[in-house]
Structure formats: C-alpha cells, structure tokens
C-alpha cells in the first residue's frame, strides 16, 4: 500500500510511457506525488495515449485528486534516415555528402528528413547529429539536394538518430503534418495544456493558439525553450504562451552547454515575474533509468531547481521506460520536500506591482496578501478565483504558506494543478463575500483538515460576489 506523499509546493510532472501507463502503476505515482501526466507524442498511437488519458481520469476520479495532462507535440525534429551495418563510423577530417534524398547511410553518404538543407544551409555552418556527440560542418552545396560536409568530431553513427542545426534559420513550419493530426485527436481528448517544440518566436504559439481557438478548447500552450532563436525572443515568447518549459536536451545541444544553467535561471526568474508557470525538463534523474537512486548531482539539479522557484521538475525517460519509475517519482518527492522545508531561498520572489498596469489593485492585493502572510506567519492562503489570474498572481510571488483557491469553474482545478503551491477546490455559492470566506476555512478545516484550530488564515475576495469584479478585498481569519 503506498502511503499518500506529502503535500510540496512545487509540482511534480511524469512522462508517462510503457514502465508508467499500468494503472497500478500510474496510481501509485499519484500518490507518491505526481501532479501532471506528460504524453510524448513523439512515441505511441492515439489509442494509447487515449488509454492513458481516461486512466488519469479514473484515478482523479477515486482519489478526488486533480492530475492534469500535458500533451507535448514533436514538432519538426530533424533525424537522420537509416543507416547501414547498425552504424557507420565517421572519423575526423574525412568529407560526406548530406542528402534530402532517402538513401541506407554509408561513410559516404547519408539522409536527413529535412528537404529545405540546400536551401538554408551556409557554407561554414556546423550540424550536430546524435545530441552533439558528431560534428560536421558544410563546406559545399553541390545541388538542391545534396550538400558536402566534413567531419569535425566523429563517432559512430545509427539510424534515425537527431540532426541539429543550430544557427541555421530553418525554413519549417512550427507544427508539422504528424503534430496536426495529433493536434486534431488531443483537441477531442480532456487535455489542459499542450507543449510546442521548437519554438522559435511568439508567432508559433500564435499558430497553435489559432487552431486550440478553433475547437473552442481552453487547452493552454507550453512554449518549450529549446532552440537559440527562443532564447533571443524569450520576452516576447513569455508574453504570447500560457506556460514555458526549459527542455535542456537539444537547448544543451544547440548551444553551448555552459550557458543553459545562466539561461535556466533566466527563464525561471522571467516566468515569475510574469505570473506564468515554467518546467525546468529533461535529465533531472537521467541515471534513474537503469539505477534505482539517482546521482548527488541529480539531486543538486532538482534541488537547484525548487530554489531558483521553478513550479515543476519533469521526468521523462526515468517514468516513461526506466526500471524504476516509482523510485524516481519518490526520489524528487523526497527531494523537493527537504529543499522546500530547509531553505527560505524557495520563497519570497517576483517583483512588486507596477502602479501603471490595469490589474495594479487586484495585484496588489495579492502581493500584499503574501507579504501579510510571512509578517503573521499565516498556515495559508485563501482565494477566490474564476479564472484563476488571483491564483497564479498570488502563486508568482511564492509565499512559505500554504496557497488554496476556490473556484466555481471546474475546468481550472486541473489546469492549475501545473501551478506552483496551488490546490484548487470546486465552491459555487454566491450568498456574500463574508459567508464564502466562512464556508472555504470551514471546509479546509473540518473536511479536509488541511488546517488546524488557532491557525491564522489570510483570504482574499471579490466584493460584491456577485459581480465579480477582480480581487480587492483581504481579510485575515483565525481559525476557530
């Protein structure tokens, strides 16, 4: 029997694959902590992924928990095609032809899925194949199709393997035809956010967020941080998507790797500031998937991670193949936890209002909500929320005490769930601001007992209820 985890503050995503979609499996990850399910539609069939979505769905159902789902497209990854023998060894200083048309690789010549090469390519520029471990740079276009490159840093080569091209401006669509047929399924499916890979500038989530407003879906868009051109239009990105996620494996590949913990912190610090949630993804417990305790380096990453205020550490080989996906859900759990309880550097973040925004009064409200909280070491805090803005703005500024929300729409229980320190509850009464703020403690306190006699309560509202205007109201409770 596993004993539900502790409650931490920052979230928990899981890539959920073959090691993880057994629904024995997937309740006891929900209970040893984890708060969103990612499917990788890089991998797997419609019938799959629907087997996993109505699986979550059956779990939140029995635990009255509110796991949401990430559904991340593949966007246009560029690999390599087949190549011969099992691989093919390339050595330093030897030339080759990079082909659009599919040929079995050889040490002469191979194909990329990239018809476009030619084309955008620069004489002088480098590739990166199979995560950076072999290098080529081009040094000849010989026709529409073919290029000639040499090699700078060999190794040997399999099939269908990555193709990056870091600094040359690809001429390929944000969403290519495999993502909008996903795209078609995940809209019909109960998915609350959508990752975009690859993004390059806000007009990619523009793309995305026409075809999510053409199904009436309130899916939200992760921006995924994983080429430079994102990090040059990150503001501009931050602005237009509903979420980011650091995705380290091809951002540590398209740039140099020393510069992805700067541009990490970067993200994380920017998100805050704009009230949106941010991922940090990818290796976090990379180890986990063949060993069942991760490494002290892994720890310090997912530690470093809850410190800088990311709201979610993501899983991804370790849950969806690894021999120990529980083990790995248990070991950030365990981690998130003593980091969250042991360092005040978790807290306390974001910037104050600026008195020239429209929602100056209704931020402020928040902001000063969290900084009464520290000042009267608050157990928590309460809000009312139809959107939710109350909640996440609340949420940005990271405050020690726990964050409640109550909202009478329940399509944001879920989508929330990807939010830092929020636990949302369904509350449809409309009588008065005074009587919904004595209803929220009572059931906190004698329902679900997630705060105690003499606990102090800090609650913010709308006044009148029944207009719902934005936030301008803070009350301190005691609990009686």
């Not at 939010?419 to 703020?437: A, C, E, P």
Request: charged share 25%; glycine share 6%.
């Amino acid at each position: 029997m596993i004993k539900l985890a502790k409650y931490n503050k920052t979230k928990m995503v899981a890539t959920i694959g073959p090691a993880s979609s057994d629904y024995k499996m997937l309740k006891s990850m929900v209970l040893s902590g984890v708060d969103v399910c990612r499917i990788n539609f890089s991998h797997g069939t419609h019938q799959q992924h629907a087997e996993v979505i109505n699986t979550v769905n059956r779990i939140n159902k029995e635990l009255n928990s509110n796991v949401c789902i990430l559904a991340d497209l593949q966007g246009p990854k560029l690999r390599i095609g087949e190549m011969e023998n099992n691989g093919v060894e390339f050595k330093e200083g030897q030339t080759l032809i990079i082909s659009t048309e599919p040929v079995v690789g050889t040490a002469e010549k191979i194909s990329v899925s990239y018809k476009f090469l030619a084309k955008d390519v620069r004489l002088g520029e480098n590739v990166l194949l199979d995560d950076g471990k072999i290098e080529m740079e081009f040094i000849e276009v010989l026709d529409e199709k073919n290029v000639k490159a040499m090699v700078k840093v060999g190794g040997t080569l399999s099939s269908n393997k990555g193709f990056n091209l870091p600094k040359t401006d690809l001429t390929v669509p944000c969403l290519t035809k495999k993502d909008l047929k996903d795209l078609e399924f995940i809209l019909t499916q109960e998915v609350q956010w959508i990752g975009l890979s690859f993004v390059r500038h806000q007009d990619d989530i523009k793309i995305l967020r026409h075809y999510i407003d053409g199904k009436e879906s309130d899916a939200r868009i992760i921006a995924k941080i994983e080429k430079p051109q994102a990090v040059e239009n990150l503001d501009a990105i931050i602005k237009a998507a509903d979420g980011l996620m650091v995705a380290r494996g091809d951002l540590g590949v398209e740039m140099p790797m020393e510069h992805v913990p700067i541009i990490q912190k970067e993200v994380v610090r920017k998100c805050i500031v704009a009230a949106k949630p941010v991922i940090i993804a990818t290796q976090m417990m990379e180890s986990m998937i063949s060993s069942p305790t991760p490494t002290r380096a892994e720890a310090n990453d997912v530690a470093n991670a809850v410190i800088d205020g990311a709201d979610a550490v993501m899983l991804s080989g370790e849950t969806s193949v690894g021999k120990y996906p529980l083990k790995a859900v248990q070991a950030v759990q365990r981690i998130v936890s003593s980091t969250e309880e042991n360092s005040r550097e978790v807290y306390y973040k974001g910037k104050k209002p600026k008195d020239d925004s429209e929602k100056f009064l209704s931020d402020e409200i928040c902001f000063t909500a969290v900084r009464v909280s520290d000042h009267v070491k608050a157990k928590a805090i309460v809000t009312m929320t139809h959107s939710g803005y109350a909640a996440q703005k609340i949420s940005s500024y990271r405050p020690s005490a726990d964050l409640f929300y109550f909202s009478s729409n329940k399509k944001i229980l879920k989508t929330l769930n990807l939010v830092w320190n929020l636990r949302g509850f369904h509350y449809n009464k409309m009588v008065s601001t005074d009587q919904s703020i004595d209803d929220v403690v009572d059931i906190l306190y004698k329902e679900k007992q997630l705060i105690k006699k003499g606990d102090l309560v800090i609650n913010t509202a709308s006044m009148p209820i029944k207009k719902k205007p934005r936030t301008n109201t803070l009350k301190i409770t005691e609990v009686k």
